[in-house]
């Protein structure tokens, strides 16, 4: 007997809760899941670029660290948190536009953070943690991985 991926018999506890989880808490779940591998992949790519890379600035660690994340972002949340929703040629584009203004956001503060106020990247990471997540869930689930708006098939 083959097992397909996500079957009941490939993952029988998950299974078994899944009829008791509202659909929307599940995608909220995967996301959550997603983004905390991706959110302490970004945070140990940030430390790393400090220490190993000294006379680097907190805000440079960050644009580096951005860019290692940014692919296996878009893998991860297209293929776990959004895997449900159709593909369309325009989910990369419209990743990349939405990255971008997480891009600003995120060195931005830690620019702000680290070069005028003063303060430690660490505080720069924090701020990442809290503000990228609410705001990028919004845009995946809204815009960048969202469903056909009509039943022509149309996006």
Same mark, same amino acid.
């Given at each position: 007997?083959?097992?397909?991926?996500?079957?009941?018999? =490939?993952?029988?506890? =998950?299974?078994?809760?899944a009829?008791?989880?509202?659909?929307?808490?599940?995608?909220?779940?995967?996301y959550g899941c997603v983004g905390l591998a991706?959110?302490?992949?970004?945070?140990?790519?940030?430390i790393g670029c400090v220490r190993a890379l %000294?006379?680097?600035s907190p805000t440079g660690a960050s644009v580096i660290a951005f860019i290692v994340t940014l692919p296996i972002s878009y893998?991860? %949340?297209g293929r776990v948190s959004f895997a449900d929703r159709p593909y369309d040629t325009f989910q990369p584009l419209r990743f990349v536009f939405s990255t971008a203004v997480s891009f600003i956001v995120a060195v931005g503060g830690m620019y702000w953070i680290t070069e005028i106020a003063g303060q430690s990247y660490l505080f720069g990471i924090v701020w990442t943690w809290l503000i990228i997540p609410a705001l990028n869930f919004?845009?995946?689930m809204f815009w960048v991985f969202r469903t056909t708006?009509?039943?022509?098939?149309?996006k």
């Open positions: 007997m083959r097992l397909e991926a996500g079957s009941a018999a =490939t993952y029988p506890v =998950t299974a078994a809760i009829p008791l989880v509202p659909a929307p808490l599940r995608r909220v779940m995967r991706v959110s302490l992949l970004y945070s140990l790519a940030v %000294h006379p680097i893998l991860a %949340h919004l845009a995946y708006r009509n039943k022509g098939g149309a």
